[in-house]
């Protein structure tokens, strides 16, 4: 039963940085998901993967994993690369890409 002490990505659908900023603390799963025969839906018989715990910082999150005794595995966020562009990029003379119109 190891946790995964990360920060959370921005998702496709988002354009700002909310719910990027706190480390979460979730356990990775001891046992597969199974599809229910008769309804279809998806289940586990792992219990903690329904606990997510979040916290402002990293070293608090590594606090509480080594007060609780839990080995954790830490990942480091990447660095995330800021691509400026404009509409007007898309008109540009020297453009790169063709226009497939």
Do not use: C
């Amino acid at each position: 039963m190891v946790a995964r002490i990360y920060r959370p990505t921005k998702t496709a659908m988002q354009s700002g940085t909310a719910r990027t900023k706190r480390w979460v603390l979730d356990y990775e799963p001891a046992s597969p998901r199974e599809v229910e025969p008769l309804m279809g839906w998806t289940s586990s018989r792992d219990m903690t993967s329904q606990v997510r715990l979040t916290f402002a910082t990293r070293e608090e999150a590594i606090a509480y994993a080594k007060r609780n005794r839990i080995p954790y595995k830490l990942q480091e966020p990447r660095p995330r690369q800021l691509v400026r562009k404009s509409y007007s990029d898309n008109f540009m003379y020297g453009r790169v890409g063709v226009w497939t119109h």
